[in-house]
């Protein structure tokens, strides 16, 4: 239980409050306080001792998720490319969800592994199924084994682990603006142009940049199914494992800070671009982007996997388990564009022999 005790700020001795001039008296250093004063640090240290109080029950919430954690998690480690898969204390065997090779268990996980914040899944398997089959029928030439129904069942729902940071972006460019207008006088045509120096400036607020902590998932591939909607996203709890994988990050934060700098730049750039209105063109000659009051948690993302390896090398497709956002480079398949390329030289051979039967009729 936190408690509110009225303290003198000057020497930390027992205030009393004095009828006599309707104030508060210090016996031990004569300061005085007016009733005014009196009630501002009252709410002050009422406020203090609330954060203290939301502080002790986050720590304990933090402990007690934390050897949740530990306890039911366990850790299996793929023999054949080395991947590290999380999965439910419950699950007695699995395989890899990059090579499809059976993995073995590993043992607990440290508590430093377990994430801040999950966001469920909201796409289920057999629609997961469905959307990739709709994408599959727009690549007309995938391999026969790609679409194979073996080959569909190892697709896999997995929490990808992912570094999410919040910062301010100080971002300033300048460059050269042109203002270029045109008309015609009698025989002439006259073409004015006004150069200005344009400079942009903004403080520009970001909220859960993403990058993903794990060295074997491609950084592009990620990108491309982003965005994802924090909105739904929940304090990490070990049910919502249930059922699913979850990949442990093998990427320490400070090894994406480059990416995630790049990132932020790149937008807070494009943003301040987008401000530069009323000119013909605009060159930036110079930026500058600097961040503050970083601020970053590890959470873990649904992403719908399936690898296939076509030839000997391997092929990624990915789903965002949330949106159902689709990114991949599908495999290509020589021998259906070659029959594809015949039928065709077929159709148009047999077109020209119709055409020319009866022209010469």
Same mark, same amino acid.
């Given at each position: 239980? $936190?408690?509110?005790?009225? +303290?003198?700020?000057?020497?930390?001795?027992?205030?009393?409050?004095?009828?006599?001039?309707?104030?508060?008296?210090?016996?031990?250093?004569? /300061?005085?306080?007016?009733?005014?004063?009196?009630?501002?640090?009252?709410?002050?240290?009422?406020?203090?001792?609330?954060?203290?109080?939301?502080?002790?029950?986050?720590?304990?919430?933090?402990?007690?998720?934390? +050897?949740?954690?530990?306890?039911?998690?366990?850790?299996?480690?793929?023999?054949?490319?080395?991947?590290?898969?999380?999965?439910?204390?419950?699950?007695?065997?699995?395989?890899?969800?990059?090579?499809?090779?059976?993995? &073995?268990?590993?043992?607990? @996980?440290? #508590?430093?592994?377990?994430?801040?914040?999950? *966001?469920?899944?909201?796409?289920?398997?057999?629609?997961?199924?469905?959307?990739?089959?709709?994408?599959?029928?727009?690549?007309?030439?995938?391999?026969?084994?790609?679409? /194979?129904?073996?080959?569909?069942?190892?697709?896999?729902?997995?929490?990808?682990?992912?570094?999410?940071?919040?910062?301010?972006?100080?971002?300033?460019?300048?460059?050269?603006?042109?203002? =270029?207008?045109?008309?015609?006088?009698?025989?002439?045509?006259?073409?004015?142009?006004?150069?200005?120096? =344009?400079?942009?400036?903004?403080?520009?607020?970001? &909220? #859960? &940049?993403?990058?993903? #902590?794990?060295?074997?998932?491609?950084?592009?591939?990620?990108?491309?199914?982003?965005?994802?909607?924090?909105?739904?996203?929940?304090?990490? /709890?070990?049910?919502?494992?249930?059922?699913?994988?979850?990949?442990?990050?093998?990427?320490?934060?400070?090894?994406?800070?480059?990416?995630?700098?790049?990132?932020?730049?790149? +937008?807070?750039?494009?943003?301040?671009?987008?401000?530069?209105?009323?000119? /013909?063109?605009?060159?930036?000659? +110079?930026? $500058?982007?600097?961040?503050?009051?970083?601020?970053?948690?590890?959470? @873990?993302?649904?992403?719908?996997?399936?690898?296939?390896?076509?030839?000997?090398?391997?092929?990624?497709?990915?789903?965002?388990?949330?949106?159902?956002?689709?990114? #991949?480079?599908?495999?290509?398949?020589?021998?259906?564009?070659?029959?594809?390329?015949?039928?065709?030289?077929?159709?148009?051979?047999? *077109?020209?022999?119709?055409?020319?039967?009866?022209?010469?009729?």
């Amino acid at each position: 239980m $936190n408690t509110v005790q009225y +303290k003198c700020p000057s020497c930390g001795a027992e205030l009393q409050f004095d009828p006599a001039h309707q104030d508060f008296a210090c016996d031990f250093c004569n /300061s005085r306080y007016t009733e005014a004063e009196m009630q501002q640090m009252y709410r002050e240290m009422e406020q203090q001792a609330q954060k203290n109080a939301d502080a002790e029950a986050e720590t304990l919430k933090n402990e007690k998720d934390t +050897k949740a954690f530990e306890e039911g998690a366990r850790l299996y480690t793929c023999q054949n490319c080395g991947a590290q898969i999380i999965a439910e204390a419950e699950t007695s065997a699995t395989f890899c969800y990059y090579c499809h090779t059976p993995v &073995v268990l590993a043992g607990r @996980l440290s #508590g430093k592994y377990c994430p801040a914040y999950v *966001l469920p899944f909201f796409i289920h398997r057999e629609e997961a199924l469905e959307r990739m089959q709709k994408w599959c029928k727009k690549h007309w030439f995938l391999p026969k084994a790609f679409t /194979s129904e073996k080959q569909l069942q190892t697709m896999t729902g997995v929490y990808v682990p992912f570094w999410l940071t919040d910062c301010d972006a100080d971002s300033y460019i300048s460059g050269l603006g042109k203002k =270029v207008r045109s008309w015609t006088s009698g025989e002439y045509c006259i073409t004015e142009t006004e150069e200005w120096r =344009v400079e942009r400036g903004a403080l520009i607020p970001f &909220v #859960g &940049v993403p990058a993903d #902590g794990s060295v074997k998932i491609e950084d592009a591939l990620m990108d491309a199914i982003e965005p994802f909607r924090y909105e739904q996203m929940k304090p990490f /709890s070990m049910q919502y494992l249930s059922g699913f994988m979850a990949q442990k990050y093998d990427v320490q934060y400070e090894d994406i800070l480059p990416r995630i700098h790049q990132r932020i730049e790149e +937008k807070s750039i494009q943003i301040l671009r987008n401000g530069v209105v009323g000119y /013909s063109s605009f060159v930036t000659t +110079k930026k $500058n982007v600097s961040l503050k009051h970083m601020h970053h948690e590890y959470a @873990l993302l649904p992403v719908w996997f399936m690898n296939f390896q076509y030839r000997g090398k391997e092929y990624h497709f990915a789903m965002n388990g949330q949106t159902g956002a689709q990114a #991949g480079t599908p495999p290509f398949s020589v021998l259906k564009a070659l029959i594809a390329s015949a039928t065709g030289m077929v159709v148009v051979f047999l *077109l020209v022999l119709l055409i020319g039967g009866i022209l010469f009729r």
